[in-house]
């Protein structure tokens, strides 16, 4: 079966950095677009970021823009997200999500996610 797995979260302060992995397996991974989500306590799961099928398509949420940037290594079947400057408000469980049709450019919804991983968990401390 198609699994997920996150890994990379932790405690950090203001201004650090992180990078989050999602190992995918099961799946032709390269065929499909992939997203990282994140819900934050007692808030929606929302947006965080997409990469398409090729890898050269991305999009972001506002709110990471210029902060955060994701990333897909084929060889490996994983995808990264490279979070810098990192503030409070980022502090959330962090979801990879793979795409629910092949050779797509990614979506900013996550109805279009088929598979999901079991999240990782980021605290930035002010």
């Known amino acids: 079966q198609v699994q997920l797995v996150e890994s990379g979260g932790g405690l950090v302060q203001a201004g650090d950095s992180l990078r989050l992995s999602c190992a995918v397996s099961?799946?032709?991974?390269?065929?499909?677009?992939m997203g990282w989500f994140r819900q934050a306590p007692g808030k929606e799961r929302e947006f965080v970021a997409t990469?398409?099928?090729?890898?050269?398509?991305?999009a972001y949420a506002n709110s990471v823009k210029g902060r955060f940037t994701i990333s897909r290594d084929n060889s490996k079947n994983t995808v990264y997200l490279q979070m810098n400057s990192l503030k409070p408000e980022d502090t959330a469980v962090y979801y990879c999500?793979?795409?629910?049709?092949?050779?797509?450019?990614?979506?900013?919804?996550?109805?279009?996610?088929?598979?999901w991983g079991q999240g990782t968990r980021v605290t930035v401390s002010s």
């Open positions: 999500a793979a795409d629910r049709w092949e050779l797509r450019p990614g979506s900013r919804e996550a109805a279009e996610y088929e598979y």
């Open positions: 990469i398409g099928w090729l890898g050269t398509t991305t």
């Open positions: 099961g799946r032709t991974f390269s065929s499909y677009a």
